[in-house]
């Protein structure tokens, strides 16, 4: 069992900066891979950005790419997103979510891969 705590969301303005966290906790974590997601009111969840804790493979949607970077602290079992040139359509609630990749090192967008899911954490970018 993992257990992921978002934490870091808020309101910002639009082209300005955020960083939201997520800690893991409940065993080790060398062979999952850690992704975010996030899921605006009426909307269906959708893939943000991927990384793996063994090698740091990352993976980001289009809508993000260039904007968003993803990054962990193996000592901390955390997980980072770093949001620059935020826009009003990346409001949403932000989560984090783990899979064991089973020793195979790689990430993915496929939803349903994912087993453990946080609480989530609100962003808000104003106009």
């Known amino acids: 069992q993992v257990q992921l705590v978002e934490s870091g969301g808020g309101l910002v303005q639009a082209g300005g900066s955020l960083r939201v966290s997520c800690a893991a906790s409940?065993?080790?974590?060398?062979?999952?891979?850690m992704g975010w997601f996030r899921q605006a009111p009426g909307k269906e969840r959708e893939f943000v950005a991927a990384?793996?804790?063994?090698?740091?493979?990352?993976y980001f949607a289009d809508s993000v790419k260039g904007r968003f970077t993803i990054s962990r602290n193996n000592a901390k079992n955390t997980v980072y997103l770093q949001m620059s040139s935020l826009k009003p359509e990346d409001t949403a609630v932000y989560y984090c979510?783990?899979?064991?990749?089973?020793?195979?090192?790689?990430?993915?967008?496929?939803?349903?891969?994912?087993?453990?899911w946080g609480q989530g954490t609100q962003v808000t970018v104003s106009s």
């Open positions: 990384i793996t804790w063994s090698s740091g493979r990352t």
């Open positions: 979510a783990a899979f064991n990749s089973g020793g195979m090192d790689y990430v993915t967008r496929d939803i349903k891969r994912y087993e453990y």
């Open positions: 409940g065993r080790t974590l060398s062979s999952y891979a």
